[in-house]
């Protein structure tokens, strides 16, 4: 497990009988903090940037198509603004505000955070109450994937059943493949994996995110092969150490 190392001086006043003077003692302790995730995954997230990078960072904000997405990446409140309609979470409801009447065409409390989740791969996939699981490689054009399997406490957001495997280039480090299961409409368990793959990448204030990504059919056995539909590309991204105030994630008033 990845671990990091906290030094912390701490200043100790000791009195003497003898004395009226007061000694002081300096000592350093040594504090070990051990993160929740296994070493390879450490330099996965060190090959996008780092996970001190990403904590430090309070918004991130992206264009998809018409869609401009901004996320409280500490309260996970988010916002999608298009031309006909935004959705919202202001971090205890999803809202929906559409010019006319069915202008979004979808489940709003699916979809507000679903493109955020692939965009900002591979670091929320370093979220509290996630559990790591070594797996099988998977090889595509000559190339083979180490991988690890994600999945969620029962008190994890609103698919606790959901699945994730993570696979990565086994020179660089890099994320290039994403398999994922879809629980929210059926609440159940599901051995389904659909097949993202990465690759085209992005320096985004120093964490390197995707730029596109492309779905993939896959074999029986759940090894790519081909791609299923054109990319999903991302434009227009940002990250910013500075909070929104909670009213740009409300729900507009009329």
Not at 12 to 41: G, Q, R
Not at 102 to 112: L, V
Not at 231 to 244: E, N, P, R
């Amino acid at each position: 497990m990845k671990k990091v190392l906290l030094l912390l001086m701490v200043v100790i006043a000791i009195s003497c009988k003898n004395e009226p003077k007061k000694e002081i003692k300096e000592e350093t302790v040594v504090a070990v903090v051990e993160e929740s995730f296994p070493t390879e995954l450490g330099k996965v997230f060190e090959a996008h940037g780092g996970i001190e990078t990403w904590r430090n960072s309070a918004v991130l904000s992206f264009t998809k198509g018409e869609e401009v997405h901004t996320v409280d990446l500490h309260a996970r409140k988010n916002v999608i603004k298009s031309p006909n309609y935004t959705i919202g979470f202001d971090g205890k409801e999803v809202w929906l505000d559409e010019t006319e009447k069915g202008a979004f065409k979808g489940n709003p409390s699916f979809y507000h955070n679903l493109f955020f989740y692939f965009y900002a791969m591979p670091f929320v996939l370093s979220d509290d109450g996630i559990s790591y699981e070594k797996i099988t490689p998977i090889t595509f054009e000559g190339v083979t994937y180490p991988g690890y399997k994600m999945s969620f406490k029962a008190s994890a957001g609103s698919s606790p059943d959901d699945n994730y495997k993570l696979y990565y280039n086994p020179k660089t480090y890099q994320m290039e493949w994403l398999a994922y299961t879809a629980t929210f409409n059926t609440k159940k368990p599901s051995d389904k994996f659909s097949v993202i793959k990465y690759g085209t990448w992005n320096n985004v204030n120093g964490l390197i995110l995707p730029s596109e990504i492309t779905w993939y059919k896959t074999d029986d056995t759940g090894v790519p092969t081909e791609p299923a539909r054109p990319a999903a590309v991302f434009t227009s991204a940002t990250i910013s150490k500075d909070k929104l105030a909670d009213s740009f994630f409300a729900k507009p008033i009329k």
